[in-house]
């Protein structure tokens, strides 16, 4: 069974930095393009951070703030967010980078507050 665990948010300041983790079991996440969602409250999901084999591509929104990346052997991606904005305040998912998804996890929650 697919299993997406997405951890690492909280509450940061403006300005501030945090990392998600997505670690996988029940399938390879090297094999796929993988991105990064986030969801805010009343408003749709969007891919804020993709990466495609040795490709990574980014939301005009998060670009130059954000990094994603993969550990191959931990079968993890990562979200390295830094100069984090109070509009960047959302559940944070990963998953696949493009349909069909895999089962969504349960998100991690950041938020962006003095």
């Known amino acids: 069974q697919v299993q997406l665990v997405e951890s690492g948010g909280g509450l940061v300041q403006p300005g501030g930095s945090l990392r998600l983790s997505c670690a996988a079991s029940g399938i390879i996440l090297s094999v796929y393009s993988m991105g990064w969602y986030r969801q805010a409250p009343g408003k749709q999901r969007e891919l804020v951070a993709l990466i495609s084999g040795g490709s990574t591509n980014y939301s005009d929104s998060v670009k130059g703030r954000f990094t994603i990346s993969r550990d191959n052997p931990k079968n993890t991606v990562y979200l390295q967010m830094n100069s984090l904005k109070p509009e960047d305040t959302a559940v944070y998912y990963c998953?696949?980078?493009?349909?069909?998804?895999?089962?969504w996890g349960q998100g991690t929650q950041v938020t962006v507050s003095i």
């Open positions: 998953n696949r980078g493009w349909k069909p998804y895999m089962s």
